[in-house]
């Protein structure tokens, strides 16, 4: 990881946004920028500096994750360590993460600046550091496609294994069983395991419905690898399929394979979104495929772009994301199929190897 290179990235931002310094908490910014994995800490970067601030839990630890950073130990609270923290850096315009700061953080750091009579004013960014996550270094790409292997042979395993009267809490487990013993970290998002009726819900709970024949099964799973998620959706019928959700899954299909060969570098994410919805559309299922069509992978599971209804976001390369459009009808059940893909020079890579035929 470069964190000096992400470091100076930001830096630009920085300049760009008009703000002299910036504060990151919120936990993957942290990580990405810091390359520490602790649980607590605050990261103040200047144009010059580079400051972490954690408690005495994680000075060692900083040490060896961090050693691009200054430590600040904090020992009181937030009204002890900022003002000692910002001290003698002549701050005017500090940048705070709009979308992680809390209201009362906000208002007590507040509340500080104007006792101490610092002449600091506070500024709300939005997605900052997410922009930069957005599009991936070729190491992270790798760390991507190990999770994605993982997820893929996870559903390879399950399609072996899986038969009517096995309840959905059964399956799950049994997919979160084998994503941990093959190499996931912690998993990124509770499974999905939704049979029948239940997988007209986009994001159903595992429940102790068994799964019946000839119904839709919806699978939604990731694992994490060295912080960096995957996330495949799968759908598929136990026994012999009817002709509505042959129709169904060949709409949600075909949906699908035309997002994946026209999406190009330099689209919006509603451009992107439109290609496969226009599909669904015309097959009649238009109402019932109401989420966006992707969002981007990485250390979160749902990240920077959205590709989506009014995202204006554009494509570029180094992007990781999902294509995963889907039909979800009321009592009968739905259809998602859900590919990790990547984009390189200008077109489409597709990551996940997961069948779907
Ligand atoms: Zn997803």
Same mark, same amino acid.
């Given at each position: 990881?470069k964190?000096?290179?992400?470091?100076?990235?930001?830096?630009g931002?920085?300049?760009?946004r008009?703000?002299?310094?910036i504060l990151?908490?919120?936990?993957?910014n942290?990580?990405?920028?810091?390359g520490?994995?602790?649980?607590a800490?605050?990261l103040?970067i200047?144009?010059?500096k580079?400051?972490?601030?954690?408690?005495f839990?994680y000075v060692?630890?900083v040490?060896e994750?961090?050693p691009?950073?200054e430590?600040?130990?904090?020992k009181?609270?937030?009204?002890?360590?900022f003002?000692?923290?910002?001290s003698g850096?002549?701050l005017?315009?500090l940048?705070?993460?709009a979308?992680?700061?809390t209201?009362?953080?906000?208002?007590?750091?507040s509340?500080?600046?104007?006792?101490?009579?610092l002449?600091?004013?506070?500024?709300?960014?939005?997605g900052?550091?997410?922009g930069?996550?957005?599009?991936k270094?070729p190491?992270?790409?790798?760390?991507?496609?190990?999770?994605?292997e993982?997820s893929?042979s996870?559903?390879?395993?399950?399609?072996?294994?899986i038969?009517?009267?096995?309840?959905?809490?059964?399956?799950?487990?049994?997919?979160e069983k084998?994503l941990?013993?093959?190499?996931?970290?912690?998993?990124?998002?509770?499974v999905?395991v939704a049979a029948?009726p239940?997988a007209?819900?986009?994001?159903?709970?595992?429940s102790e419905?068994?799964?019946?024949?000839?119904?839709p099964v919806?699978?939604?799973?990731?694992?994490?690898?060295?912080?960096y998620?995957?996330?495949l959706s799968r =759908? +598929?019928?136990? *026994?012999?399929?009817?002709d509505?959700?042959k129709? %169904? !899954?060949d709409?949600?299909?075909? #949906?699908?394979l035309?997002?994946?060969?026209?999406?190009?570098?330099?689209?919006?994410?509603?451009?992107a979104d439109r290609l496969?919805?226009?599909v669904?559309e015309e097959a009649?299922y238009?109402?019932?495929?109401g989420?966006a069509?992707?969002?981007?992978?990485?250390?979160?599971?749902?990240?920077a772009?959205?590709l989506?209804?009014?995202?204006?976001? =554009? +494509?570029k390369n *180094?992007?990781v994301?999902?294509i995963e459009?889907? %039909? !979800?009808l009321p009592?009968w059940g #739905?259809v998602?199929?859900?590919?990790?893909?990547?984009?390189?020079?200008?077109?489409?890579?597709?990551m996940?190897?997961?069948?779907?035929e």
């Amino acid at each position: 990881m470069k964190i000096t290179d992400r470091l100076q990235k930001l830096r630009g931002e920085m300049a760009g946004r008009e703000v002299d310094a910036i504060l990151i908490s919120q936990p993957e910014n942290r990580y990405y920028l810091s390359g520490f994995t602790g649980s607590a800490g605050c990261l103040l970067i200047t144009a010059e500096k580079a400051v972490l601030a954690t408690d005495f839990r994680y000075v060692e630890q900083v040490k060896e994750q961090s050693p691009e950073y200054e430590i600040y130990q904090i020992k009181g609270d937030l009204a002890d360590w900022f003002p000692e923290v910002t001290s003698g850096l002549s701050l005017k315009k500090l940048g705070i993460e709009a979308g992680q700061v809390t209201y009362s953080m906000f208002r007590q750091m507040s509340d500080i600046i104007s006792k101490a009579k610092l002449p600091m004013k506070l500024v709300p960014l939005e997605g900052t550091v997410e922009g930069l996550r957005a599009i991936k270094e070729p190491e992270e790409i790798e760390l991507i496609a190990r999770a994605v292997e993982i997820s893929d042979s996870a559903f390879g395993h399950i399609e072996g294994i899986i038969r009517a009267g096995m309840t959905e809490k059964e399956v799950a487990w049994e997919l979160e069983k084998y994503l941990r013993e093959n190499g996931s970290e912690k998993i990124p998002f509770d499974v999905i395991v939704a049979a029948g009726p239940n997988a007209a819900l986009p994001h159903a709970r595992p429940s102790e419905r068994r799964i019946g024949e000839g119904e839709p099964v919806l699978m939604d799973l990731g694992a994490r690898v060295e912080g960096y998620a995957s996330d495949l959706s799968r =759908t +598929i019928v136990v *026994g012999q399929p009817d002709d509505r959700f042959k129709k %169904v !899954y060949d709409t949600v299909l075909g #949906g699908q394979l035309t997002a994946l060969a026209i999406i190009q570098e330099g689209m919006t994410g509603e451009e992107a979104d439109r290609l496969a919805r226009t599909v669904i559309e015309e097959a009649g299922y238009g109402d019932a495929f109401g989420h966006a069509l992707g969002h981007g992978v990485g250390l979160a599971a749902h990240e920077a772009p959205r590709l989506g209804p009014g995202s204006t976001e =554009t +494509i570029k390369n *180094g992007m990781v994301f999902s294509i995963e459009p889907g %039909v !979800y009808l009321p009592g009968w059940g #739905g259809v998602r199929i859900e590919d990790l893909v990547t984009m390189e020079n200008g077109k489409i890579r597709v990551m996940t190897r997961a069948g779907k035929e």
